[in-house]
């Protein structure tokens, strides 16, 4: 009798589970690949857009962090073996495969939950996401415009003090912009028997902010290199005349000494810790990253109080972030916005669900704590987002120039026209160029030659 | 009438070739058994990873792509001088090391421990603690320069392409030569020292030593450690990579690293293939040592 007592109740034991698992297996899951947050607060936000959603549609979201190279990697490996994730967002994406994923035909045409919010984003913004197909042979919405980045300008205010300048004999103009630094302030710290550089310039050729900063070289000396349909255009005589001025200046600045010997070899965060080192007294930042470590570090409990008391005073007096100078021609520069995409893909199992996941998240109230989570490393791309008070206010000096450089005006990269340009960004033609200039002595226009050459082979 | 054939009728089979007919299939089913294991990881550990990549590098598009790319030239001309440079040198200092080392005397034991650590210890931390020494301002070098002697630009030793090459080549010599100079003590000692002894009551003089009774017995180990050490030279990724990168300026990269450079780049194809493109170079190789140690062991 017990023993028949045992099988019933492990009968309805077993019944009960097979309902839960049942009941598990039938909620339905969308699966998202998100770049961990930079700080806590982008976090903190993308889990509560996550909780949101699972409440307000019983979609269980199923997200996974990864750190920033990692996540491009296993997208691409996941893509590659048929299994991608339903919604992917690495804030690398736009570098290195946005493009060429729309082009090859990986990646679902969002364009139905674009269009009813399409107003509420920047048109530069927006433009970016709008790619070819090369199976469709047209163009379409195929990525969602979540954020974006700028290049800026770096220095210690205290060190350039030191030298024995204020702020306000910084020149405007380019050549005089550039003397400054490298012959004003660099000669006057050596005098003081100072080993230390003037500029953090990128040199490297696997760091992507050698690119970013070249490329806003060549745009400065107005290098068009591709036209808005993806043709190259930079071996047209007035656009290589402009980049051989480009390279020859980009190149100046390590040949008169002026930057960091190292710095042939710098990855991505070695500017930021020769800034932070005051090895240099300035550099040029895609994102105001720089200043943002400090403002991190005034409210890090990890630190003690004199240390959270430096990185207040550095982050509101020491550091500044400031515009580039003007063009060599005296115009204003337009920035180079680097727009990072998140995208559907077109093998994802719940292509359904995850663009209410992407059309919810990019409602204004779950976009801008996301995005300003970040504390200004990312800028917004909504046309609502950058006019809050967070960025117009001007109480932050760093976010302020952020804002006036987007007043100025955005231009994307070419790859955004032209996808095989992300393979060119990431051989880095241009600092092959800049380093044959400088290490082999060839001459600029030789090196610029062999760019062309290269580019044509690759992007057409 | 039909033709009918009679079988012969078979001979009944003796109990003993029975016995050993069993008894061979038995060993050869057993030799099966015990092979199999062997076979198994052979084909999951060696055929199928060294097959499916060169099934991956099958693309002839990525071949003609890696020989229009401007680095590839100039790394294969790397590779050459590297191979060439760092083999030879390093085996030339191991075989003078090896004479001083294979003295038995106990402090020559005690440095022969000391010598030995550069091998013996994780390449990771050690190549980059050259990296950061190396460093052209914060550098404890060029600090030195600097702190001694006001030198505010000290060479370049990794941002010179030159000097970053020499450097490489430097860091791969230091971190195997206690090896390969052991492996030579290990051929010294092997020699009879009644032969010196002889030699010595002769007359002849410690080259004509060197070069009568060392020489032809180290030759043999001499010449298969160095076509051992071009194989490991040719895939020595470290010294390369943690140092300098490839850079500046990818003008320093070698086969080893242009695979990851690419791979990096999600560029697959060309990665395998730049890797593939150095078979040609290692078969050989590998040919005339197996041929060697062969003879060896007849």
Known sequence: MKSVRCLV????????????????????????????????????????????????????????????????????????????????????????????????????????????????????????????????????????????QMMHITYWKDMLEEAGFKESDIPKGWDGYWDFWCDKVQGAMRAKGKRIYAVGHPMGIAASDTFYSFLTFANEFNAQIVDEDGKVVLDQPKNKAAMIEAVKAYANIFQRGCTPPSSVNWLDPDNNVAFHNRTTVMTHNATISIAGKHMDDMSNPALTEEQRATAKKNYEDNIRTAEFPTKPDGSKMTNLAAVKTAVIFADAKNKKRAKEFMAFLLKDENLQPFVDGSTGRWVPTTLKGIESPFWTSGKDPHRAVVYKQYKDGTIPFQFVYNYNFTTLNAENVWAKAVNRVVQDKIAPEVAVDEMIARIKQIAG | ????????????????????????????????????????????????????????????????????????????????????????????????????????????????????????????????????????????????????????????????????????????????????????????????????????????????????????????????????????????????????????GDLNHVLSTLGIRYMRNNNLDLGIASIIIAMPLILPMVYFMVKRLSKGAE
């Open chain 1, 9 to 148: 109740t492990g009968a309805a034991f077993a019944a009960i589970a097979a309902g839960w698992s049942g009941a598990a297996v039938a909620q339905e899951t969308v699966t998202v690949w998100f770049t961990k947050g930079f700080y806590k607060g982008e976090d903190d936000a993308l889990l509560a857009v996550v909780d949101k959603f699972q409440k307000a549609t019983g979609v269980k979201v199923d997200l996974s962090l990864y750190a920033t190279e990692d996540c491009v990697t296993k997208s691409v490996g996941a893509v590659e073996a048929g299994t991608p994730p339903d919604v992917g967002f690495c804030t690398t994406y736009d570098f290195r495969t946005t493009g060429k994923w729309a082009f090859d035909g990986k990646l679902e045409d969002v364009t139905d939950v674009i269009t009813p919010i399409k107003a509420e984003f920047q048109p530069q913004a927006l433009a970016t996401t709008f790619l070819m197909n090369g199976k469709t042979k047209a163009k379409s919405y195929y990525a969602f415009p979540v954020e974006q």
């Open chain 2, 1 to 248: 009438m039909t033709a009918t054939t009679m079988a012969a009728p078979a001979l009944p089979a003796s109990k003993s070739s029975d016995a050993v007919s069993g008894h061979t299939r038995d060993r050869a089913l057993w030799g099966a058994i015990m092979l199999a294991p062997y076979v198994l990881v052979f084909a999951v550990m060696v055929v199928y990873p060294v097959g499916y990549g060169l099934w991956l590098g099958l693309n002839w598009n990525s071949y003609r792509a890696l020989f229009a790319d401007p680095i590839f030239i100039r790394t294969v001309i790397n590779t050459i001088v590297f191979l060439f440079v760092a083999v030879n040198l390093k085996f030339a200092i191991a075989l003078v090391l090896s004479g001083f080392f294979v003295a038995q005397r106990a402090w020559v034991r005690f440095v022969l421990v000391l010598f030995i650590l550069p091998w013996a210890v994780p390449s990771i931390p050690t190549i980059l603690s050259f990296r950061v020494m190396l460093n052209p301002e914060n550098g404890m070098i060029n600090q030195q320069l600097f702190h001694w002697f006001g030198i505010v630009e000290g060479p370049g030793w990794l941002t010179d392409p030159t000097l970053a090459f020499c450097m490489s080549i430097m860091v791969h010599i230091w971190k195997s030569l206690p090896f390969w100079t052991l492996i030579l003590v290990t051929g010294r000692l092997a020699i009879a020292q009644d032969l010196y002894e002889a030699a010595s009551v002769d007359g002849a003089s410690k080259w004509q030593q060197f070069k009568f009774i060392t020489w032809p017995s180290l030759a043999t180990l001499y010449v298969t450690s160095t076509m051992l050490s071009m194989i490991w030279t040719l895939g020595d990724f470290n010294s390369v990579y943690l140092l300098t990168g490839g850079g500046p």
